[in-house]
């Protein structure tokens, strides 16, 4: 069992910055592919970022592309989530997310553990 804490969340303007952090429990942290995702009010939650366990590849949804940066060090057993430009629409619970690397990076790959999430609020 893997579990996931999520910290740097908070309140913050628009046109802002924040950064996420994500310690998973588990020393062969390298082992994982790692996500982010978020849950806005009424919404369902959805996709924002991954990482492979190597840190060779990225992806995002749309919306965030060119403003969220997702990174990870091995080193120290923590993903990050560096989010800039940030707006309104990006208010939400973001939860991170880590899948075992032999079931595969592919997005549509559901993800084995979740941590309890860290909201982040931004003030138009």
């Known amino acids: 069992q893997v579990h996931l804490v999520e910290s740097g969340g908070g309140l913050v303007q628009a046109g802002g910055s924040l950064r996420l952090s994500c310690a998973p429990s588990?020393?062969?942290?390298?082992?994982?592919?790692m996500g982010w995702f978020r849950q806005a009010p009424g919404k369902e939650r959805e996709f924002v970022a991954a990482i492979t366990f190597s840190g060779s590849r990225t992806d995002y949804v749309d919306s965030v592309k060119g403003r969220f940066t997702i990174s990870r060090d091995n080193a120290k057993n923590t993903i990050y989530l560096q989010m800039n430009s940030l707006k309104p629409d990006d208010t939400a619970i973001y939860y991170c997310?880590?899948?075992?690397?032999?079931?595969?990076?592919?997005?549509?790959?559901?993800?084995?553990?979740w941590g309890q999430g860290t909201q982040v609020t931004v003030s138009s």
């Open positions: 588990e020393r062969t942290f390298s082992a994982y592919h």
């Open positions: 997310a880590a899948k075992e690397t032999r079931k595969g990076y592919g997005l549509g790959i559901p993800y084995d553990y």
